[in-house]
């Protein structure tokens, strides 16, 4: 499973929601033009009564083949007939049919019992949608990630950081490493997290996204039965690639520590990607979640070591910045 319940149930009421409204745009089509077109509707209603006339055709006995063939041209004359009505009215040859989203599939979503482009481009879009609700940033991309804000010393570091990045969004499979992003507060490491997500998600993989203590919070609900409508244990265990934010930040109690472990360890074991970031050490790590937990991203995870200053606290001094006043006798 590549994507929640929830994201799949989203999708597929779009997509009939497409289809109920193609079919019912038809529907007015129709009626507007057999109410001004009455001999339309006759044809429309002869074109009905051919499969009925086929089958008694067929059950009738007699030359069959000659029976169906005089249907068949009686058929495709009524048909040039309704198309020659269509152009003397000045509207396109389709104009009676159903005008799918998608007419591979019809807005269903399947062709030939495979998932159809369209799906796959709604349950992208619907991740997305829900990525962005679940972080208060806008969401982030590669393009927006500006190394200016890093002193030249780090510069570096943090460019080579971006491009690994970049380069592991553009190349994820599902054998791709696990990353650790570290470092203190501000450093992007979830613009990083992010920008990787939107990029793994356009390219039609499942991503869920979260801070570790709003997932763990959702874990605790569903465990001990006050949301009985989620499924996030196993979005959390088979989703394509799983991100866990501000690693640390959470309530730690036994319940979080143990489903932190259970999640990076199942996770390592059925080798499903993982991104975590932190603004703990790795010794700080090891103190909050054990040495088992330590020992497995050690083993497990590239390290990613976010430097430089707060960022975040850059943007709003320039912001407040550009908002003040000139001072008076300066040019403005």
């Known amino acids: 499973m ?24 038809a529907e007015e089509r129709r009626s507007a033009f057999f109410a001004a077109c009455p001999r339309a509707l006759e044809i429309e209603r002869q074109l009905a009564r051919t499969g009925v006339a086929a089958a008694r055709a067929v059950l009738a006995g007699g030359n069959v083949r000659e029976n169906l063939t005089r249907l068949k041209e009686s058929n495709q004359a009524l048909q040039r007939e309704q198309q020659d009505l269509l152009q003397q009215a000045q509207l396109p040859p389709d104009y009676l049919s159903v005008r799918y989203t998608c007419p591979k599939c019809g807005d269903t979503g399947y062709v030939d ?4 482009a369209c799906l796959r481009q709604a349950l992208r879009d619907e991740a997305c949608r829900e990525l962005n609700a679940l972080t208060p940033l806008t969401l982030s991309t590669f393009e927006s990630f500006s190394l200016s804000y890093y002193p030249e010393q780090t510069r570096h570091a943090m460019e080579k950081i971006l491009f690994n990045c970049m380069d592991y969004a553009k190349n994820f499979s599902f054998s791709s490493p696990n990353i650790i992003m570290m470092g203190s507060t501000g450093l992007g490491k979830t613009h990083l997290s992010l920008a990787i997500a939107r990029a793994v998600i356009d390219r039609g993989f499942g ?5 570790v203590n709003n997932l763990i919070d959702k874990l605790e609900r569903e465990h001990f039965g006050r949301d009985e409508e989620t499924s996030i244990r196993q979005s959390l265990m088979e989703c394509d690639l799983l991100i866990l934010d501000d690693l640390g930040t959470e309530f730690r109690t036994a319940f979080s520590v143990a489903e932190v472990y259970n ?15 932190t603004n703990l050490t790795m010794k700080e790590l090891e103190a909050a979640y054990t040495n088992r937990f330590t020992s497995r991203i050690i083993a497990d995870y590239v390290r990613c070591l976010f430097q430089g200053e707060d960022i975040r606290q850059k943007k709003r001094m320039q912001s407040a910045q550009s908002r003040r006043p000139p001072e008076p006798g300066r040019d403005s």
């Open 207 to 211: 991503v869920v996204y979260g801070s």
């Open 113 to 116: 019992g495979r998932q159809c």
């Open 2 to 25: 590549g994507y929640s319940k929830e994201v799949y149930r989203t999708a597929a009421e779009l997509l009939a929601q497409r289809r109920a409204r193609a079919e019912r745009e």
């Open 263 to 277: 999640l990076v360890n199942t996770r390592q074991m059925t080798r499903r990607p993982t991104i975590i970031s």
